[in-house]
């Protein structure tokens, strides 16, 4: 079975503070794709990155850098130097078989 | 070039009644998924229409149904409304089907049921 799981719920940093989003994953299948989108209040889930199950290189844009472990079926998110503007509800995502299964988000708050 | 617009944002409704929402792609994308958002259920995947048909349904009963037009657009109904209905509704949509490719989400349709 396919399954997404966000353990932390929510959790709020001081800003300029770093912050890991954890992403645990299960899947059957040896081809998969791994996001991370987030959705501000304004409801639009907006899309920040996308690995492939082949992928496992650590990637970084800006502020936001993602680590993928196979072995350990995980797809954390990091973002360095937080801000206010990174308070949002964040997803992990899997697609596999013919479905996309989503975790059940953290909400990030960044306190100014 | 446009995003996902999905219309209208907000409809209050009452029980019994049915409601459709609309979706319009990306263009030349021919994927098009329906996601209901509740804060007890989370995202859950309702139905993913692709070169008109679809191809995968979630766990929803028959009450909701999804249709894809030549130009990609579709359409989402669900008849006899519940209180339990009251929802966000996403759209998404990708070039090809949603397993191998990314999926851009519209801003939502927030359905209220009185």
């Known amino acids: 079975a396919q399954k997404v799981t966000q353990a932390q719920t929510e959790i709020s940093v001081v800003e300029k503070e770093d912050v890991t989003l954890d992403c645990v994953y299960e899947?059957?299948?040896?081809?998969?794709?791994l996001f991370w989108y987030k959705q501000p209040p304004s409801g639009e889930l907006v899309f920040l990155i996308r690995?492939?199950?082949?992928?496992?290189q650590n990637e970084i844009s800006g502020r936001y850098s993602w680590n993928f472990q196979k072995s350990t079926s995980s797809f954390n998110f990091t973002i360095t130097a937080s801000q206010v503007v990174d308070s949002a509800v964040y997803f992990c995502?899997?697609?596999?078989?013919?479905?996309?299964?989503f975790g059940t988000g953290t909400s990030l708050t960044v306190i100014p | 070039k446009a995003g996902v617009t999905q219309t209208p944002r907000y409809l209050i409704k009452t029980r019994g009644q049915q409601v459709t929402l609309s979706c319009s792609p990306i263009?030349?994308?021919?994927?098009v998924s329906w996601y209901q958002q509740t804060p007890g259920q989370g995202l859950q995947f309702l139905f993913e229409?692709?070169?008109?048909?679809?191809?995968n349904k979630g766990n929803f009963p028959g009450r909701f149904s999804g249709r894809q037009f030549s130009n990609s657009r579709s359409e989402m109904n669900v008849s006899t409304l519940e209180l339990g209905d009251s929802a966000l509704y996403l759209c998404?949509?990708?070039?090809?089907?949603?397993?191998?490719?990314?999926?851009?989400f519209g801003s939502g349709t927030r359905l209220t049921v009185l």
């Open positions: 229409y692709f070169s008109e048909t679809q191809r």
């Open positions: 263009s030349g994308h021919r994927s």
């Open positions: 995502a899997l697609s596999g078989g013919n479905q996309f299964y």
């Open positions: 998404a949509s990708s070039y090809g089907p949603s397993s191998t490719d990314t999926q851009y």
């Open positions: 899947t059957r299948d040896t081809t998969y794709y």
């Open positions: 690995r492939n199950s082949f992928d496992e």
